[in-house]
């Protein structure tokens, strides 16, 4: 941990509170506080309840929580299908013809996606998997634009109890290459490219080159999108359309043990090696099947869902694919970025579809602000009831602009606080139930146990504190893949019998939680986590590169930006853009540094440790107090300097 509480205790609380309209709650799902009374009384029997009404199962459970701590097992003994639970179940109760998926191409291409279409897609991409040798316990790697193949490939995954690893587009292949290696995936499932800000991105090039770099990928099925050139490996790579031609068309979902590998999803953590975080089948999906019905108060009738996440992240995989399908309910799937053609675009989406339900993240909010309320003014945005926002905390002026502007005053906001880790929401309003206060995630949802604690561990009741959560709950991860000792180390060891989340947050006179961003050496760039180490290793990997040092300044619209001190080898000289696309070819744009300083040093201990703080106050431009344990000030006060007279890149 590199950074005390300080800063936490200047928060000026947010005094304005909005209850939800009587209308609202006339017509939720919740409006008291009976599922927070049952949870409080009996954790397992409350979450046995969820798995038993939300979740269809094969065979029942013996047990409903084994703890161990810090291993948890859910519904242990019980057998059940994932993909039958998001797709067969709702076809054979009748609703074969209710749309799972409004998708919008970004050049404005459209798809309509029915719940039995989709399920006949996934038996056959089921069985091409099969054909392709992928067998129950294998990983298959997903690398995608946001197209319905991508959910198509996901849940044929689920239907054959492969686990699927889910890269985001727009990492570097370096980045795909080693979670590939790091999951021993066996095929590839990409795009010839999708579509972004008015062109077509490359894939499959980034594909072919992670490929070169591993040595476990057997086959590549390629998605047409794109319609750019591709160069296909014969043998190796099979074209999507054209071997699910001949595919049959019924593959039966085989019960899985509640505890099956569902998926790796890899995240940033402190060191430069992303996490393959495991989440498995029956506690998982119990888990985002209860958060998305009851936070989203979902209703499958007549709601349309809109979450803008991309299946690359957590979001998108819990509140795009696992949870929503689980509920039958009807999306809207865009593909491409808000600001194509217009910056209304994401506006004349909701106005188009009549979404209700609108789900984004602070920083795309943030960006809406900057482009201006004629934006959205130029919508009927009447449909929505509801709009959630997560990914990093919300300040309460976006949080009044999204009330105000998108959500015409009359919407419920849910900031939901989570992590890939979780598996889905854990603190959040309950719409039809909670008073919400703009920028606070208000407190745990029925069925979590959250507490504040100081340094020492000792529980914390008002001010602020270290976020822990105190009680198993059937989505947590079930490890990291290969690495229990990194699992123990970075969750459960600073604080006894707690899981440290890694973020700190403060605690209201009316026990709100407010969450206030990590408290380790991970930053959160537009609701992203990228670890220092990890653009630090990769700016470190250029020849001309002896050290460097990076550090997250805050920034205005992404919340976090990636500020780097780099030091050249001897009397070696390098563009700043040289090292802002080698990062990006390292892991991937979102990684490039905003601003990178040279500096013939680098400000350190004694000891010789790098004084990140420091770097963070110096980016931030802050006064620097006391610099004495410095090895030598006269770096810091040069890098000072420049920081008042170098401008930022965009
Ligand atoms: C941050 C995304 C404040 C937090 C679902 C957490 C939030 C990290 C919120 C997980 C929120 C997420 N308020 N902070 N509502 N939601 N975070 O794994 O720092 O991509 O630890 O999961 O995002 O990011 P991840």
Redesign the pocket.
Known sequence: MNEDLNGIEALAYELRKFPPSLEFVANALVSDESLYDEAAANHEKFWERQARELVDWNEPWTKVCEWDLPYSEWFVGGKLNVSFNCLDRHVLAGKGNKVAFFWEGEPGDTRVVTYSELLDEVQKFANVLKSLGVEKGDRVNIYLPMIPEAAVAMLACARIGAAHSVVFGGFSSQALADRINDAEAKVLITADGGWRRGEVFPLKSQADDAVKLTSTIEHVVVVKRGGNDVEMQEGRDHWYHEIMETASAVCPAEPMDSEQLLFLLY?SGTTGKPKGIMHTTGGYLTHVAYTFKYVFDHKPETDIFWCTADVG???GHSYIVYGPLANGATQVMYEGVPNFPGTDRMWSIIEKYRATIFYTAPTAIRTYMKWGTQEPAKHDLSSLRLMG??????NPEAWMWYHEHIGGGKCPIV???????TGGIMIAPLPGVTVTKPGS?TRPLPGVGAELVDELGRSVTKGGGYLTLTKPWPGMLRGIWGDQNRYRETYWSRFSDRYF???GAKLDDEGYLW?L??VDDVM?VS???ISTTEVESALVSHPSVAEAAVVGASDATTGQAIIAYVTLRGGLEVDEKVLRDHVAQEIGAIAKPKTIYFTPDLPKTRSGKIMRRLLRDVAEGRNLGDTTTLADASVVNELQRRAVETPTED
């Open positions: 995240t992240w957590v979001t926002s997560v990914g990093e905390p919300i900031d939901t606080w989570w992590q890939t880790e995630a989340a890694g973020d969450l961003g990590r959160n609701g992203h986590r």
